[in-house]
């Protein structure tokens, strides 16, 4: 009879993290598909997805990890209804992120909604590799 319960409980367990895993979406590069890109002196690299359906409210979580360098830029979230052309929205959610001089760090965002992609664009300063990645988490009220 134990063994059923905790077999039972086990099941439950998996179910619950398998909704869970599935409500949180990785960011993709457009340039190669990957789920983590590198920022390098100057340049901009973008992590985005598409979100399936209206959603109520849209959070992305970042984070950033120190490759070599002085780490620093500017992330700041973005969003398109296109895929192709997409725009700061920071001036909307008035949310940017000054990236510190850390060998880690992270940043959540709390998005307007009503966009059918979304992302963030990191562009960095001065001698720097860093690498980042993220997650989307849309959702329905009812979810």
Do not use: C, H
Not at 5 to 11: D, G, P, S, Y
Not at 61 to 86: C, E, Q, R, Y
Not at 91 to 120: E, I, P
Not at 127 to 138: I, K
């Amino acid at each position: 009879m134990k063994k059923i319960l905790l077999i039972q409980l086990f099941a439950i367990g998996l179910l619950m993290a398998a909704v869970q895993t599935k409500a949180q979406i990785a960011l993709v590069s457009p340039t190669y598909g990957n789920t983590i890109d590198t920022v390098t002196n100057t340049a901009s690299k973008v992590l985005w997805k598409q979100v399936n359906g209206y959603k109520e409210t849209v959070t992305i979580t970042v984070k950033v990890t120190s490759i070599s360098g002085t780490l620093g830029g500017t992330i700041v979230p973005i969003a398109s209804n296109d895929g192709t052309n997409f725009y700061d929205i920071s001036t909307v959610s008035k949310d940017t992120f000054t990236v510190a001089n850390t060998s880690s760090q992270g940043k959540a965002y709390s998005l307007q909604r009503g966009y059918k992609y979304y992302g963030v664009k990191w562009t960095g300063t001065g001698t720097m590799s860093g690498s980042f990645t993220g997650t989307l988490l849309a959702r329905k009220t009812t979810e």
